[in-house]
């Protein structure tokens, strides 16, 4: 680990963490031992302080800061491309993740000084090793891609003539295709089980459809093959019928999707759909005639957004 780069844990974030790890442990009645005596060593001014330092120096005892300096050591550029990293208590497991921020480029710094990189964990997280480095291999990895010039981030997707609905699918697919190249690669290395092939196997047969040979093919493309760039991964959310259909597009696609406007090889008719999901739609989608067709993959992402959260609109969410 470098010396000189900044690593930043929330003091509450790292007394729950604590708290939470050494429940259990052999050393327990240590801990608390030493953490009564500061009530009694402490007085009011210097507590805080005090407890924090305590905190922090049972923190790295129960090495639960380990899988951490473990992901930076494997990629480097993680620290020599950004100067700090600062962890921070989601509100819930729904908020957990990893972000790379840049700050304006308006006082002089480098580009490695204007990058942070904040994750946000929960104490139970992070108070369990395996889990935590497994979710930090995974949310890094996207972080690793950020930083990579050869694989050519680019933060802004080209806008779509075909409205908001298409260009907020464009994301929903870009994110299926970027979580299958990230997974596909901590596979190669042993650091997942077969069953995550078949996982995202799954979500890529649902996102894109297209003849069953040919989505396999695909698929195996992305998920085996550890050579990727971002503008590949664009091409391929946006046009994913010339992947899958080649020459005889023409003849394969059934045609367009009234909602996000993709070619798809299976029109849905409004005529079998509940009528709670046409009223859903037409809601989000006022100009939407019900007796235009949809895609299944619009159909399946109401479907799937309305089970998890009745009032949440799927063109609002981004690719996570």
Known sequence: MNPSYRIEFQPHLVEEAVLRAVAGHPDASLFWGERDRLYECADNDHREP???NFNQSWFNRLGLGKPLQQVFAFWPILMDSTSRCVLIKARSKKNIGAELYIVPDESGLNERELR???IQVTPELLSHSQQLLNFLRHELLHIVDMLDPDFGY??????ADAGPAHDSFLQVRYGVLWDIIIDGRLFQRGWLPQSARERHFDIFKRTFAGPEEKVETAFGYFFDDNSHTHRELVEFARHPHEWLAGSTVSDSSKGRCALCHFPTFHLI?????????VAKIQAHHPVWNPSQSICRQCMDLYEAREQHNPLTDPHQAGAE
Do not use: D
């Open 50 to 52: 005090a407890f924090q």
């Open 154 to 159: 680019e933060p802004n997707f080209p806008n």
């Open 116 to 118: 942070t990189i904040a």
């Open 269 to 277: 008719n409004p005529s079998e759909l509940e009528a709670r999901l």
